[in-house]
């Protein structure tokens, strides 16, 4: 899967362990998840859509 | 400064694997100290000689409440590489190894006893597999 995570989360100024603080989860699944390496849970990319305000399919793509 | 906050999962399981540790130690010191060669295989041999054992039933409670407690899902998702990169590495030198001694009687046998130290490096080595496949900043 395809996501703009790294973008979304400059965009709002977080750093790794900003947005990791805010998914209650570690800063290396954040870069996990932004360098492509590791795909989310299905609850967990629902937390990460519900911070940012956006739906699941807006953040990921297949790919 | 950047601190290193250790995960409470991580911590816990360290706080139980160093008194297991030293329980697993003590217990093989004991063993050893108290049980003469070529003893008897009486009550107080088998005790002893199964000391060790209960630490090692411990280790294993210990990994699988690390697996239960990790909450985040990557980590976790790591760890459990690590274990089926592990367990995979020792059914491939055990069964080896036991086809070795199978149908070529004169190599060493290999004592049951080295099955957990092989999968600890079997650990390892699924550390090293998570290092190549899941980049440098896999932390496990």
């Given amino acids: 899967m395809k996501n703009h995570l790294k973008d979304l989360r400059a965009r709002r100024g977080w750093s790794q362990q900003d947005l990791a603080e805010r998914l209650e989860v570690s800063r290396q699944s954040v870069n996990a998840i932004e360098t492509g390496r590791y795909d989310p849970s299905l609850p967990l990319a629902f937390r990460i859509a519900e911070i940012f305000g956006m739906r699941i399919e807006d953040i990921f793509q297949k790919g | 400064m950047t601190t290193f906050r250790m995960n409470p999962a991580y911590r816990r399981y360290l706080r139980r694997m160093l008194p297991l540790s030293l329980l697993y130690v003590g217990a093989i010191a004991l063993a050893v100290r108290l049980i003469p060669d070529?003893?008897?295989?009486?009550?107080?041999?088998?005790?002893?000689?199964?000391?060790?054992?209960?630490a090692v039933v411990g280790w294993v409670w210990a990994m699988g409440r690390l697996l239960v407690e990790l909450e985040d899902e990557y980590l976790r998702m790591l760890e459990i590489r690590k274990f089926l990169v592990a367990t995979a590495f020792t059914l491939a030198v055990c069964?080896?190894?036991?086809?070795?001694?199978?149908?070529?009687?004169?190599?060493?046998?290999?004592?049951?006893?080295?099955?957990?130290?092989?999968?600890?490096?079997?650990?390892?080595?699924?550390?090293?597999?998570?290092?190549?496949?899941?980049?440098?900043?896999?932390?496990a």
């Fill in chain 2, 95 to 139: 069964s080896v190894w036991g086809l070795l001694e199978l149908f070529a009687p004169t190599v060493p046998k290999l004592a049951l006893f080295f099955v957990f130290p092989l999968w600890a490096l079997g650990l390892f080595v699924g550390m090293l597999f998570n290092r190549l496949t899941m980049g440098a900043h896999c932390p």
């Fill in chain 2, 38 to 54: 070529h003893a008897p295989a009486d009550a107080r041999t088998i005790g002893l000689a199964l000391l060790p054992g209960l």
